[in-house]
């Protein structure tokens, strides 16, 4: 059993009451609405769902991964650790979460596209656009790739520089191979160069350092929601010095 809220005008964002229905059936609901608002530049529209908990969370997604292959669904979990708790949260949670916001922001396709969220996800901070907007870096088989410019978006973006990539968030750089873990990516992948061109790239699996499959592309997104950028470390001073005096 099913309600759909009619709305006022067609410009604002339309929802959908769902209730009374067999468990699975939410998803094959959801995309139905995805298709049926998928369509050309400025009128596709992404179907967000916001889920009470974790455990519906990811319930509805291997629901959608069974009912709709053909949708592509961005999850935005909330983080694994209580705000100003001691420990961070982890680089998964961070990268899925970031590639979500960065995806939605360069996305240029039109197809049917679900996000999925939870309360607790939605009610926490993000980074504004204009700091995600130019926060992604790109590469291509047999494209050019531009050593100084991909280093400097990975130190700026929280990764780290290891001997072995084992973990989201590190490369390693050994000669002209390049390993990265890139943020959301549930495979590391390694790079190999030509002078500075880039004649392949392949994943890998972090614990046997054995390729297994070719990609056609390299997407880097940012490991920290706290980017250090010029005017993020320059307010940060500021803030600091105005809080805590100067240092001595």
């Not at 009451?17 to 699975?24: H, I, N, S």
């Not at 608002?37 to 596709?44: D, L, N, R």
């Not at 961005?74 to 420990?87: E, K, Q, T, V």
């Amino acid at each position: 059993m099913t309600q759909a809220a009619s709305p006022i005008r067609k410009d604002k964002p339309q929802r959908y009451p769902l209730f009374g229905v067999p468990e699975g059936y939410d998803s094959v609901f959801l995309a139905k609405l995805a298709r049926e608002h998928a369509g050309q530049k400025g009128q596709s529209r992404p179907i967000l769902h916001v889920s009470s908990d974790d455990l519906r969370f990811e319930e509805i997604s291997e629901g959608l991964k069974f009912f709709a292959p053909d949708v592509e669904v961005l999850r935005f979990p909330a983080w694994d650790c209580l705000p100003y708790d001691r420990i961070s949260p982890t680089a998964d949670v961070v990268g899925e979460r970031l590639k979500t916001l960065s995806r939605l922001l360069h996305r240029a396709d039109h197809g049917p596209l679900i996000v999925l969220t939870t309360v607790a996800a939605i009610s926490q901070r993000v980074p504004p656009q204009a700091t995600l907007r130019n926060a992604v870096f790109e590469a291509k088989v047999n494209g050019p790739l531009d050593m100084k410019r991909m280093l400097e978006f990975l130190v700026a973006n929280g990764y780290h520089r290891t001997e072995t990539v084992r973990e989201a968030g590190e490369y390693a750089i050994r000669g002209g191979l390049i390993d990265i873990f890139p943020s959301g990516s549930h495979d590391p992948l390694r790079i190999d160069t030509f002078g500075d061109e880039i004649e392949s790239i392949r994943a890998f699996d972090a614990l046997s350092q054995r390729t297994t499959e070719d990609r056609d592309a390299l997407d880097l997104y940012p490991v920290s929601e706290v980017l250090l950028t010029p005017d993020n470390i320059a307010r940060f001073r500021s803030a600091y010095r105005e809080t805590f005096g100067a240092v001595r």
